[in-house]
């Protein structure tokens, strides 16, 4: 079943603990973390952290024409989703690392 017989309980143990302090570091750096997304060539941006709260939006003067509201309502959407595909990004950089050894026998168990 196991190569050598019986797998040592207190490492699996050991190794669980040491993958979820890593986890929780990973989680309070991501929610550490300020990203950017833009639009309109900058006109819009908008400011996320990692874990996804939109903590500013800044839309410079020259994109406000009151007789195309339309617009400037497509680069606010436009800059928020550039924002959260950066945040996206920075996830899985930080925590794909950790998510491939939870499925890849990282704890020496099948499927764990």
């Given amino acids: 079943m196991f190569p050598g017989g019986q797998p040592d309980m207190a490492e699996l143990l050991r190794q669980a603990q040491q993958m979820q302090q890593q986890l929780v ?17 900058g006109l819009v941006t908008a400011t996320m952290t990692g874990s996804g709260e939109l903590t500013a939006l800044t839309i ?4 406000v024409d009151p007789d195309d509201l339309e617009t400037l ?3 606010v959407v436009a800059a928020v989703r550039d924002a959260k595909h ?3 990004q920075l996830a899985e950089q930080t ?10 026998g990282g704890l020496g168990l ?3």
């Fill in 95 to 104: 925590m794909g690392p950790l998510a491939g050894g939870l499925g890849g």
């Fill in 86 to 88: 950066a945040v996206d």
């Fill in 25 to 41: 570091a990973a989680q309070e750096e991501l929610a550490n973390s300020e990203v950017t997304g833009s639009a309109g060539g």
């Fill in 110 to 112: 099948p499927g764990l």
């Fill in 60 to 63: 410079a003067p020259a994109a």
């Fill in 73 to 75: 309502q497509d680069l």
